[in-house]
C-alpha cells in the first residue's frame, strides 16, 4: 500500500500540482517559497500520527478503525491524493483529525451516515463518499467499503471488500485506463 501511495503523491509533485491558496501548516510548507505567493507549495512528509491519537479518534467515533486504515494514517501527510475517482480527506500533519473530523461529522447530514454505522473517509468524483460500512459483521474492523451517492441518501452501492483491497484496486485500473 505504502508504494502505491508514494506513487501517487510523487505524481501529483512532478505535475506541480501540490499547491494551495492559503495557510500550510509549517512541517509541509515549502520553506523556499516567496512567502508572498497566494498559492503555497506542500510536500507530504512522513506522518506523525501515535497509536494514542488513533486510539483517541476512535473513541469519538465510536467504531474501530481498520488496521489497514490506520496503517495509511501513520504513513504520510498530505493535503491531497487522488487516486482514480477517489479523493482522499486532507491528511495534514498536527491537525489531520480535525479534517477527518470534519469530514465524518460536520460533512453531510450524520443522520445518513455516520448515525447509520457508515464512516465516510475519501470523496468519490463529484458526487458521492466512500464509507466504511461498519454493520457488516467483520475481523478486525476491516469493514467493506461502500459508495455513498449524495443524491440517493438512502442507498449504499457495495464498492470494495476492504480498505487495502480499495487502494490496490484503485490503482490497477488507473495502470490498464493510463493513456
Known sequence: MEKIIDKYLDELI???????????????????????????????????????????FESRLGHNLPESYTKFLKHKHFYELQIGECSFCEHPARIWRASLSEMIFDGYPREFLIDTGRIPFANWSDWGL?????????????YPIVLWDHEVFDEFES???NFDNMIIELDKYEKENAS
Open 130 to 142: 466512500l464509507c466504511f460500512d461498519t454493520t457488516v459483521e467483520n475481523q478486525n474492523s476491516d
Open 14 to 56: 512532478s505535475i506541480e500540482l501540490n499547491k494551495l491558496p492559503g495557510q500550510i501548516v509549517s512541517e509541509m510548507s515549502d520553506p523556499n517559497q516567496d512567502k508572498n505567493e497566494e498559492w503555497r507549495i506542500w510536500n507530504p512528509i512522513q506522518s506523525t500520527v501515535t497509536d494514542e491519537e488513533i486510539k483517541e
Open 159 to 161: 464498492k470494495y471488500s
